[in-house]
């Protein structure tokens, strides 16, 4: 497949997720100020916070880690989107790219501690499971549609392999 006609398309995914996402980061820090939350549902509100952590509050205090772990998955990602071998692998991929980038953006730009030390922007919360933003809905989304696509991508190659042909030229 020409790289071209992966790294176009692919490219226009990652600028959209990162551009949605720090749109999104911005309004919550204007509109979430002093601590006012905005009730959507019943259990959803928008509720501005940090995270220095992984998804979901995890491995707080761990900042510089993280960095270093989503540059390597953004070089890998960016590599299985070069080196895709269907269009919608790439944009899977870029999907999830996309997200990392955003989040990897607000570690190195808010950072005050260090390099890759800064927190990241999560306002979308839902009281009963945690606090996210629009990145951490694209890297999910994206690892979940990975993830289908591969068990897609092996049950056809299985069905292929599964075919019965006769044995002989028909006769006994």
Known sequence: MNRRSLVQPSAVI???????????????????????????????EFDLSYNSGFSFGTGSGLGPWIGLIVIAM???LGWLIVNAETRLRAAIAATILGGAISNLLD???RADD????????????VTWYAVFN????????????FGANEIWLSRQATDETDTVEPIGNGTT
Do not use: H, M, Y
Request: net charge negative; hydrophobic share 55%; glycine share 8%.
């Open 107 to 109: 570690r190195i730009f």
């Open 14 to 44: 990652v600028t959209a997720a990162v551009a949605l996402d720090q749109i999104t980061k911005w309004w919550a820090e204007t509109a979430l100020d002093n601590g006012r939350v905005i009730n959507v549902l019943p259990t959803l």
């Open 134 to 145: 629009v990145a951490d809905i694209f890297v999910v989304c994206g690892a979940i549609a």
């Open 114 to 125: 260090g390099v890759l030390s800064g927190e990241v922007v999560d306002f979308i919360n």
């Open 74 to 76: 953004c070089g890998f």
